[in-house]
């Protein structure tokens, strides 16, 4: 059973998107082991100058890559990362876990994006789209194509 932790930069406001986030996480529990670890968001001024945005990106990865655990396979999601299909990610996770790695971090950062430092920890930087989404919807998507990527490995009826 492989161990999948979603690190995320700040707290789930609206409850929609708790119960979305825990209804998937519930789901992936036939397959995995799941758990989503928020680490605290670095606050800015309602107009922060880019000295100000590139400080909050910097301790806000800092925090995240505290947050890493050892010998986990990382995954940066960014804009600029690789895009892939639903079963692309699940022959990465499937091949991934051949190899011999059984914990996946997966890492959103805060609305201004992840520091230089984590996605050089990453052993993927991963897209879901050229399109700009909440961070904190982010989350929600991450975890439903988690699991259908482990619904496609399982042969499960999921994903058409």
């Known amino acids: 059973m492989i161990s999948l932790q979603i690190i995320a930069v700040g707290k789930l406001k609206d409850a929609w998107m708790r119960e979305g986030c825990a209804e998937y996480c519930k789901r992936l529990g036939m397959w995995s082991s799941v758990s989503v670890v928020e680490v605290e968001e670095y606050r800015l001024p309602d107009h922060p100058s880019p000295a100000q945005i590139a400080e909050c990106v910097e301790k806000e990865g800092e925090r995240i890559l505290a947050k890493l655990p050892k010998g986990a396979c990382t995954v940066a999601m960014c804009i600029e990362g690789k895009?892939?299909?639903?079963?692309?990610?699940?022959?990465?996770?499937?091949k991934t876990a051949v190899d011999g790695v059984s914990t996946f971090a997966l890492v959103i950062g805060g609305s201004y994006g992840l520091s230089e430092r984590v996605k050089a920890s990453a052993s993927l930087r991963l897209s879901m789209s050229p399109m700009t989404f909440p961070h904190q919807l982010a989350r929600?998507?991450?975890l439903e194509q988690l699991y259908r990527a482990l619904s496609i490995n399982a042969n499960a009826k999921y994903h058409k």
Do not use: K
């Open 140 to 142: 929600v998507m991450l």
């Open 83 to 94: 895009t892939m299909s639903s079963e692309q990610l699940a022959a990465y996770l499937q």
